[in-house]
C-alpha cells in the first residue's frame, strides 16, 4: 500500500512524448499519473501497482520507494514555470491520492528529496507553499535555531545519505530555492523549523 507520493517533472520537450516514453516497456520508467500543461490528468499505472518511477534513493529510512509510492510526472522541461492549469489538476490529483491511501502531507515529497545526488526535480520553480496551504504538503513560515548541524536536522527531516553539498542542494530545492553558496545559517534555520514542523505532522497523522 502507498504511504508516499513523489512528485517530478518529465524534463522532455512535450507531454506526448512524455506519455509515449512512460508507456514504452523496453524503457522501463513508468508512473500512476501525468499531468499536461494544460492541467489534463491520466492515469498511466493503476496507483496499487508498483510503478518504476523513484530509482534508486530512500527517505526517512525507508527504502525501495517504487513499491511505497505514488508517482506523480509533469509535463514540464525542467526550465520553464509549472502554469496554473497544471498545478490546478495536481491540487485534485493530489487530494484525491491522499484520501484514497490516507497519506499525510508530510509524506508528500519532491523526486530530489529522495534521490538527491541524481536528481533535481520538480525543481527550484515548483511551488511547494502553495501545495502546504492547501493542506498537500509541508512549508516552515518560520525559522528554527541555526546553532543546530544541519547534517541533524536533514537526517530528522528525512534525507538519505549523501554527500552533504548534495543533501544541502536538494534540501535548498524544495525549501529555501533562492539559496546560494556554501551552507549559510539561514539554512540552518530553515532546516530546523522544518525538521520540527515534520515531527508535528508525523505526530498528527
Request: charge should be negative; glycine fraction near 6%.
Amino acid at each position: 500500500m502507498p504511504s508516499l507520493v513523489v512528485i517530478h517533472y518529465t524534463a522532455m520537450a512535450s507531454c506526448a512524448e512524455a506519455r509515449a516514453r512512460l508507456c514504452d516497456p523496453a524503457v522501463e520508467v513508468s508512473a500512476h499519473w501525468l499531468i499536461s500543461e494544460r492541467g489534463e490528468a491520466e492515469a498511466l499505472v493503476p496507483e496499487a501497482a508498483r510503478a518504476w518511477h523513484a530509482g534508486a534513493g530512500a527517505w526517512a529510512g525507508l527504502e525501495d520507494i517504487n513499491s511505497h509510492s505514488v508517482g506523480i510526472e509533469l509535463a514540464n522541461t525542467g526550465s520553464q514555470p509549472f502554469p496554473e492549469p497544471q498545478m490546478a489538476a495536481l491540487e485534485r490529483v493530489l487530494r484525491a491520492v491522499m484520501q484514497r491511501w490516507q497519506i499525510a502531507s508530510h509524506r508528500v515529497i519532491a523526486h530530489s528529496d529522495m534521490a538527491p545526488a541524481r536528481k533535481g526535480d520538480p525543481g527550484a520553480r515548483f511551488d511547494w507553499r502553495r501545495l502546504a496551504l492547501a493542506g498537500l504538503s509541508v512549508w516552515p513560515e518560520g525559522e528554527g535555531d541555526a546553532a543546530r548541524p544541519l547534517a541533524a536536522s536533514l537526517d530528522a527531516i528525512g534525507y538519505p545519505v549523501a554527500d552533504p553539498a548534495a543533501r544541502l542542494a536538494a534540501f535548498r530545492l524544495r525549501f529555501r530555492p533562492w539559496g546560494q553558496g556554501p551552507e549559510a545559517p539561514e539554512d540552518r534555520a530553515r532546516a530546523d523549523a522544518v525538521a520540527h514542523l515534520m515531527r508535528a505532522a508525523a505526530e498528527k497523522a
